[in-house]
């Protein structure tokens, strides 16, 4: 069945730079975008940015400048990398797939992964 | 696109029918999903493209809108309902709202 999980460090100190691992199975990340989503604690969901079926890549613009996804597509391992971390980067991350498969309109997320909380602290 | 959503909180009995809204700040052509998020979970595709129902999610659970303006309705309130309710939009990248938190009076 199709899963996802994020894995990460817990805590990162601030200015630093935190690295996520989706992992996902059931699925090909050649057929099926994932995209990255986070949640300050009790408060609405900020989509970041998104892994392309083709390898492509989109990101929002609020960390166009300090966000990278990439992809490990023999380990099924979609990767989040982001710079310059602040107290305000505190929060749940998630990876979610999108619902439908290759390239169209579409993007809403069929399955979640259960989400690793980051704190960002000295 | 801001996607703004009313109430911020709903107490309902069971068994009543339920109404939350999403306004949206623009026309977004019915690219419109809801999720329902239950404490310390992920959220979970409840509703996509407006009004089509998730595989496995519940018939008492609608969706219905059009343009700027959108609904979720639960038909009849059950206790496995509490939870907080976002809608999202995406017909230009995406982007969700600020959420619904469902409570039983």
């Known amino acids: 069945q199709v899963q996802l999980k994020e894995s990460g460090p817990g805590l990162v100190q601030p200015s630093q730079t935190l690295s996520l691992t989706c992992t996902v199975s059931?699925?090909?990340?050649?057929?099926?975008?994932v995209h990255w989503v986070r949640q300050h604690s009790g408060k609405s969901l900020e989509w970041m940015g998104r892994?392309?079926?083709?390898?492509?890549?989109s990101y929002n613009s609020a960390f166009t400048s300090r966000l990278s996804i990439s992809r490990d597509t023999s380990k099924s391992q979609v990767f989040l990398k982001m710079n310059s971390l602040q107290t305000e980067d505190t929060g749940t991350y998630y990876c979610?797939?999108?619902?439908?498969?290759?390239?169209?309109?579409?993007?809403?997320?069929?399955?979640w992964g259960p989400g690793t909380m980051v704190t960002v602290s000295s | 696109i801001q996607m703004t959503q009313s109430p911020s909180l709903l107490s309902a009995s069971v068994g009543d029918r339920v109404t939350l809204s999403c306004k949206a700040g623009q026309n977004i052509n019915n690219y419109l999903a809801w999720y329902q998020q239950k404490l310390g979970e992920a959220p979970k595709l409840l509703i996509y493209n407006a009004n089509s129902l998730q595989t496995g999610i519940p018939s008492r659970f609608s969706g219905s809108g059009s343009g700027t303006d959108y609904t979720l309705t639960i038909s009849s309130l059950q206790p496995e309902d509490v939870a907080t309710y976002f809608c999202?939009?995406?017909?230009?990248?995406?982007?969700f709202g600020s959420g619904t938190k469902l409570e039983i009076k």
């Open positions: 999202q939009q995406y017909n230009s990248w995406t982007t």
């Open positions: 059931g699925f090909s990340l050649t057929s099926y975008s």
């Open positions: 979610a797939r999108n619902a439908l498969p290759g390239y169209n309109p579409y993007w809403y997320f069929d399955f």
């Open positions: 892994m392309w079926s083709d390898g492509d890549t």
